[in-house]
């Protein structure tokens, strides 16, 4: 069943990569809606991170959602590999290769919910023709590539014109880079329904000190909730 009300997905780049399990655990059980999880490749951004491998040793740890963005270009040569690791969606960027299409088709083919990252100068009408193959747009709120960097306000409206896109069809929006209990009122209104928090949701917070990451979720999804219910 599709499900449009807020969700708070911690991003685990802002985790303590030396204790990923208990990591996700401890969000979950303050209360988190997805784990987001972002594979780089050094090459489409200037960064390394995780590969599958890793989302395979950390899959069994979530019992939420996993939401594994690629940050990898070309990312068709990988997506048998995170699909096999046990995503449950699988984002892949527009920017990443000439067979968008291809890239979504073969995602769902394998079983796994497909998603399109838009980078910032990437307009949102790369997804008009192919609406029907996508389970999600990650309208991207920084240059992809590190946490901790400051959102983008001018891509509020680009979240509103998604989302006067997507009308009825059951095609979630994500936004990521950025949010917190400051920004997370602005892109909930605009029309996202997926929140990536890194920075926001581990800062303070430990796995010996987990009610920290209870506080900030529970910040981030009031505000957000908050400004939604102005609106009605
Ligand atoms: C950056 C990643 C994000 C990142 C967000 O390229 O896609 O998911 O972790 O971090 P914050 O929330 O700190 O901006
Ligand atoms: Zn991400």
């Known amino acids: 069943m599709f499900d449009r009300s807020i969700k708070i997905a911690p ?11 208990a990591e996700i655990r401890a969000v979950e059980d303050q209360g988190c809606d997805w784990i987001h999880v972002d594979p780089m490749d050094g090459h489409f951004v200037p960064n390394l991170t995780i590969g599958p491998n890793v989302v395979a040793a950390i899959r069994g740890h979530v ?5 594994v963005h690629l940050m990898i270009a070309p990312a068709e040569p990988y997506i048998e590999a995170f699909a096999k690791a046990g995503s449950d969606m699988i984002t892949v960027h527009a920017e990443a290769g000439p067979h968008l299409h291809r890239s979504l088709q073969r995602i769902r083919e394998l079983g796994v919910k497909a998603g399109v990252a838009l980078n910032m100068t990437t307009p949102v009408s790369v997804i008009e023709h192919i609406l029907d193959g996508i389970d999600m747009v990650l309208v991207m709120t920084i240059n992809p590539g590190f946490g901790g960097q400051i959102f983008t306000r001018s891509m509020v409206e680009k979240v509103r014109q998604a989302r006067a896109m997507i009308g009825d069809r059951p095609i979630h929006i994500q936004v990521d880079g950025g949010i917190d209990a400051n920004t997370a009122p602005m892109v909930a209104k605009a029309g996202a329904d997926v929140l990536v928090a890194g920075t926001a949701v581990f800062r303070g917070g430990s796995v010996e000190n987990p009610e920290t990451y209870g506080e900030n979720i529970t910040a981030i999804r009031r505000a957000a909730e908050g400004a939604l219910a102005k609106l009605a």
Do not use: Q
């Open 63 to 67: 019992k939420t959602f996993m939401d």
């Open 11 to 21: 991003s685990i780049l802002s985790a303590d990569f030396a204790n990923l399990g």
